[in-house]
């Protein structure tokens, strides 16, 4: 479907049993489940699609080891077993990561749970080797709940780290190994959860671009950002899925909370072949000088460097500040003391806010678990369920409690469930190599594409890469645009079907180009002069688009372009 039919679709129909707001993980995770079960579903997002905070993480699918300090059992438990359903049921996007954790002392970090339990210490002293062969026992524990192919932890003394990773500093005493799972393309992952319920039923609708204004009686007002055109809707229940926003739209919607603490964090995006190579496809995470939990991570053939935690009222804090930068840039030489780097490197710059529930202490303390806040509206006002916290990993969960709880308050039963169900391309991937290279022969189409593009299709779509490949038709859409990754005939695919509305759409969540450095003045134009006429583009629009997509790159991640 295309954003216009479905504005079209929405501007001639009422009523819905829920409204979903905010486009982000965890209401696209509610949209799927909602839709399966049979009911009839809006979702809308005030931008596009996994725009928001989903779009701003460390792309980790993990347990999050270090929440164990706080006594966070419940949270970590949940969220090792989400990360290991997220490697079977995504596996196309959701990749095993090796970790390691560089450790600097033996027996030091043992008081810090008790003694933050008990209030009695804010900062943590450095985790040492026994303290984290404690957390990882739990760790392994908790995963081995749920089927999973990954290897066990351990930890190396300082000789075998210096074999494995040659150019990690010897400051250490040990080096704890373990695996937790990457994320590759996060935005993509919500646009397949998002097409999947509209797949499930025709009664089921999602719109970028479409905000919510307000409420009056049983009639929810929207706004389409693109025209100014105002529609409503009367939803037997609404879910406040807004992330850090969820406090603005219970006052739009007349009911107004208290909920979020956001914290805001930042990430670089390194572009240095020296330093990739050094990681050896491991994600180095480590206590920094000041004690914080950082990290320096391959991703795709670039580096992610993240992240700060620093406390914010403000849901649209969306830039990485030059002190932010020079933090991360600070992190390498503490443990890559031999490689020379500097912001010459960065190739892009990311910045989101946690909406993390309200809380005291250090930022890095408040809690990231998530729960559900009903408010039932007076008179005919439909009731409003916020979602409030929950981590990246742990979406299809946290979706699953608040549809049960949807479902309980409409009367309704649950007919099928997540758990085991694929997302997008994920469904039916390959487990032997055979399989594999059997499925990347199809992705040729009979030799039509090279093996390698095929390969590369394969990679980023699953099992859906058929489908793609056939838009990539020689003998131009099968070449790579300008200085990219990706084939012309992906865009074509994208704007055919993934509802695009803008070139932004393009190059930063339907692909990763500007996150990867890719974006060039003349990407830009090439992308949006396919674009154009597939998406009804005049000559004047797409120059703004080019326009508007410079400015933001500049604003937001730091991009210049010529
Ligand atoms: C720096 C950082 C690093 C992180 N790293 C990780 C990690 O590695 N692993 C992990 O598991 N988690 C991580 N997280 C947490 C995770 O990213 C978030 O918890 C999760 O993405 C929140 O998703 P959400 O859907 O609740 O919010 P969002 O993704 O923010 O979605 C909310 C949506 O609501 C929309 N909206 C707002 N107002 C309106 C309105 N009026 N009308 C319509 N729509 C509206 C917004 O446009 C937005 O798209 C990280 C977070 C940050 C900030």
């Given at each position: 479907?295309?954003?216009?039919?479905?504005?079209?679709t929405?501007?001639?129909r009422?009523h819905f049993d829920v409204?979903?707001?905010?486009?982000?993980?965890?209401?696209?995770?509610?949209f799927?489940?909602l839709a399966a079960q049979g009911l009839s579903v809006l979702l809308?997002?005030?931008?596009?699609?996994?725009?928001?905070?989903?779009?701003?993480?460390?792309?980790?699918?993990?347990?999050?080891?270090?929440?164990?300090?706080?006594?966070?059992?419940?949270?970590?438990?949940?969220?090792?077993?989400?990360?290991?359903?997220?490697?079977?049921?995504?596996?196309?996007?959701?990749?095993?990561?090796?970790?390691?954790?560089?450790?600097?002392?033996?027996?030091?970090?043992?008081?810090?749970?008790?003694?933050?339990?008990?209030?009695?210490?804010?900062?943590?002293?450095?985790?040492?080797?026994?303290?984290?062969?404690?957390?990882?026992?739990?760790?392994?524990?908790?995963?081995?709940?749920?089927?999973?192919?990954?290897?066990?932890?351990?930890?190396?003394?300082?000789?075998?780290?210096?074999?494995?990773?040659?150019?990690?500093?010897?400051?250490?005493?040990?080096?704890?190994?373990?695996?937790?799972?990457?994320?590759?393309?996060?935005?993509?992952?919500?646009?397949?959860?998002?097409?999947?319920g509209m797949q499930r039923s025709r009664q089921c609708l999602a719109?970028?671009?479409?905000?919510?204004?307000?409420?009056?009686?049983?009639?929810?007002?929207?706004?389409?950002?693109?025209?100014?055109?105002?529609?409503?809707?009367?939803?037997?229940?609404?879910?406040?899925?807004?992330?850090?926003?969820?406090?603005?739209?219970?006052?739009?919607?007349?009911?107004?909370?208290?909920?979020?603490?956001?914290?805001?964090?930042?990430?670089?995006?390194?572009?240095?072949?020296?330093?990739?190579?050094?990681?050896?496809?491991?994600?180095?995470?480590?206590?920094?000088?000041?004690?914080?939990?950082?990290?320096?991570?391959?991703?795709?053939?670039?580096?992610?460097?993240?992240?700060?935690?620093?406390?914010?009222?403000?849901?649209?804090?969306?830039?990485?500040?030059?002190?932010?930068?020079?933090?991360?840039?600070?992190?390498?030489?503490?443990?890559?003391?031999?490689?020379?780097?500097?912001?010459?490197?960065?190739?892009?710059?990311?910045?989101?806010?946690?909406?993390?529930?309200?809380?005291?202490?250090?930022?890095?303390?408040?809690?990231?678990?998530?729960?559900?806040?009903?408010?039932?509206?007076?008179?005919?006002?439909?009731?409003?369920?916020?979602?409030?916290?929950?981590?990246?990993?742990?979406?299809?969960?946290?979706?699953?409690?608040?549809?049960?709880?949807?479902?309980?308050?409409?009367?309704?039963?649950?007919?099928?469930?997540?758990?085991?169900?694929?997302?997008?391309?994920?469904?039916?991937?390959?487990?032997?190599?055979?399989?594999?290279?059997?499925?990347?022969?199809?992705?040729?189409?009979?030799?039509?594409?090279?093996?390698?593009?095929?390969?590369?299709?394969?990679?980023?779509?699953?099992?859906?890469?058929?489908?793609?490949?056939?838009?990539?038709?020689?003998?131009?859409?099968?070449?790579?645009?300008?200085?990219?990754?990706?084939?012309?005939?992906?865009?074509?695919?994208?704007?055919?079907?993934?509802?695009?509305?803008?070139?932004?759409?393009?190059?930063?969540?339907?692909?990763?180009?500007?996150?990867?450095?890719?974006?060039?003045?003349?990407?830009?134009?090439?992308?949006?002069?396919?674009?154009?006429?597939?998406?009804?583009?005049?000559?004047?629009?797409?120059?703004?688009?080019?326009?508007?997509?410079?400015?933001?790159?500049?604003?937001?991640?730091?991009?210049?372009?010529?």
């Open positions: 479907m295309n954003r216009d039919t479905a504005l079209g929405l501007a001639a009422t409204l979903v707001i905010g486009a982000g993980v965890n209401g696209a995770g509610v799927r489940d809308v997002d005030k931008g596009d699609f996994g725009s928001g905070t989903s779009a701003a993480s460390s792309h980790l699918a993990h347990g999050g080891i270090r929440y164990l300090e706080y006594g966070e059992f419940r949270l970590v438990r949940e969220a090792v077993q989400e990360r290991n359903r997220l490697l079977s049921n995504a596996g196309h996007l959701v990749k095993p990561l090796p970790t390691a954790m560089p450790l600097r002392t033996r027996g030091s970090g043992l008081l810090n749970a008790p003694l933050r339990f008990l209030r009695l210490r804010d900062r943590a002293s450095p985790r040492g080797v026994w303290v984290v062969r404690i957390g990882l026992a739990f760790y392994s524990l908790f995963s081995n709940a749920v089927a999973n192919d990954l290897p066990g932890h351990k930890v190396l003394n300082r000789t075998d780290v210096g074999r494995l990773l040659p150019h990690l500093t010897t400051e250490l005493k040990a080096c704890a190994l373990y695996h937790d799972a990457l994320i590759l393309h996060p935005e993509r992952l919500i646009w397949e959860l998002v097409a999947e719109l970028n671009y479409v905000s919510v204004a307000g409420m009056s009686d049983a009639q929810v007002e929207l706004r389409d950002e693109a025209t100014g055109r105002e529609l409503v809707v009367e939803p037997r229940i609404v879910v406040n899925a807004a992330g850090p926003w969820i406090d603005r739209v219970n006052g739009n919607l007349g009911q107004a909370s208290r909920l979020i603490g956001g914290t805001k964090g930042s990430h670089l995006v390194l572009d240095h072949p020296n330093l990739f190579a050094a990681l050896g496809g491991h994600m180095i995470f480590f206590e920094a000088a000041d004690g914080r939990i950082v990290l320096i991570c391959p991703f795709h053939d670039r580096v992610l460097l993240g992240t700060t935690d620093i406390r914010t009222d403000d849901p649209d804090a969306d830039q990485c500040t030059p002190e932010e930068e020079v933090y991360l840039l600070n992190l390498v030489p503490q443990m890559f003391p031999g490689i020379q780097m500097d912001a010459r490197h960065v190739v892009y710059r990311y910045c989101g806010v946690r909406p993390l529930g309200r809380g005291g202490g250090e930022a890095g303390q408040i809690s990231r678990d998530h729960s559900l806040h009903l408010h039932r509206g007076a008179g005919s006002a439909p009731p409003v369920l916020s979602l409030v916290g929950g981590k990246w990993t742990t979406f299809r969960a946290f979706a699953e409690q608040a549809s049960d709880r949807v479902l309980g308050e409409l009367g309704w039963k649950r007919t099928s469930a997540t758990v085991d169900t694929p997302i997008g391309g994920g469904g039916n991937l390959p487990r032997t190599k055979a399989d594999r290279e059997r499925a990347i022969r199809d992705a040729t189409l009979d030799g039509r594409l090279k093996p390698t593009d095929a390969e590369a299709l394969y990679g980023r779509y699953g099992t859906t890469a058929v489908a793609v490949a056939k838009a990539c038709s020689p003998p131009d859409l099968d070449e790579r645009l300008p200085g990219s990754r990706y084939l012309a005939g992906e865009v074509v695919h994208i704007c055919r079907t993934e509802m695009v509305a803008c070139l932004g759409d393009i190059v930063q969540r339907r692909t990763l180009m500007a996150m990867l450095g890719e974006a060039t003045p003349e990407l830009l134009e090439t992308v949006a002069r396919m674009a154009a006429p597939i998406l009804g583009w005049s000559e004047d629009r797409c120059q703004r688009e080019i326009k508007e997509t410079t400015q933001l790159l500049a604003r937001r991640h730091g991009v210049n372009l010529p």
